[in-house]
């Protein structure tokens, strides 16, 4: 039995992480604290990272460009290839009842902004249509005008309402 540093309890051994630096090889959080500490990190590291992606992209645009030009123009297998497959994913998650014309809205929406404000916006799938745990469908109702640097840094992690 070792007691909690955080919470207090006194809590079996199996309860705490395993960390070599340790005078006793434990870890002095429970592994409940660990996950609770680590958590609220990640939340005030994560507006921080993106503030300084976003500063990157907006600084370092035209090298980036470049650099993804380069990129599609030594592997355009691969270009083709990615590009292929996320029309086939779209096209597979698009129902027949999705409102075409509203799809296309959010797509000029978000060029328009693009050009109007000069910094890159993007369609974004709320539920992301190739996830881990779900997949969602390529509709108007699941799409949402995002910017750009925000859109390619959640990945396809994050959405509302998710528990994990």
């Not at 039995?1 to 090889?25: H, I, L, N, W």
């Amino acid at each position: 039995m070792k007691t909690c540093k955080k919470c207090g309890v006194c809590k079996p051994k199996a309860e705490f992480q395993k960390r070599s630096q340790m005078k006793d090889g434990l870890c002095i959080y429970c592994k409940q604290c660990e996950k609770a500490r680590d958590a609220s990190r990640y939340i005030a590291t994560r507006e921080v990272h993106l503030v300084r992606v976003k500063e990157w992209h907006e600084t370092n645009r035209e090298t980036s460009l470049l650099r993804k030009r380069n990129w599609r123009l030594q592997n355009r297998h691969l270009a083709r290839k990615y590009a292929a497959a996320r029309r086939g994913i779209k096209k597979q998650a698009t129902p027949a009842w999705a409102n075409k014309e509203k799809i296309d809205e959010y797509y000029f929406a978000a060029d328009f902004l693009s050009m109007v404000t000069g910094v890159w916006y993007h369609v974004d799938h709320v539920v992301p249509l190739k996830g881990k745990t779900v997949c969602g469908l390529h509709w108007e109702g699941n799409m949402q005008v995002l910017l750009g640097v925000e859109n390619l840094s959640k990945h396809n992690r994050f959405w509302p309402d998710m528990s994990c």
